[in-house]
């Protein structure tokens, strides 16, 4: 599976982002990771191909919405209400499983796109 990730930018604390991930190909989950710089990379959102069921980190839980357009197989993720803490290089990714807060990819991972969030 290819992907290609578009949407980061510069937004001020309190702002909102739209990023996109267009896939192709088959995967069973989709979703985003983030690595902050300095640490290591974090599970952020994903999203079952099956049922659409939605899964969270606890970070960014009620201010970022994950969602996925079937027929575009795209999948967006809506960030609302960012916080410098948010800053960081998001990645798209596929077939996604969780062992509690440890997130796994067994699939394809996409390019970064940076998210900034500073005044």
């Known amino acids: 599976v290819q992907l290609q990730a578009s949407g980061g930018g510069l937004v001020q604390p309190g702002g909102s982002l739209r990023l996109s991930c267009a896939a192709s190909?088959?995967?069973?989950?989709i979703g985003w990771f983030r690595r902050v710089p300095g640490k290591g990379r974090e599970g952020v959102a994903c999203?079952?191909?099956?049922?659409?069921?939605?899964y969270y980190a606890d970070s960014v839980r009620g201010r970022f919405t994950i969602s996925r357009d079937k027929i575009k197989n795209t999948v967006y993720l809506q960030m609302n209400n960012l916080e410098p803490e948010d800053t960081a290089v998001y990645y798209c990714a596929t077939d996604i499983t969780m062992y509690g807060d440890d997130w796994s990819v067994f699939g394809s991972w996409g390019p970064g796109t940076l998210v900034t969030v500073s005044s």
């Open positions: 190909g088959d995967y069973y989950a």
């Open positions: 999203v079952s191909a099956s049922d659409g069921t939605p």
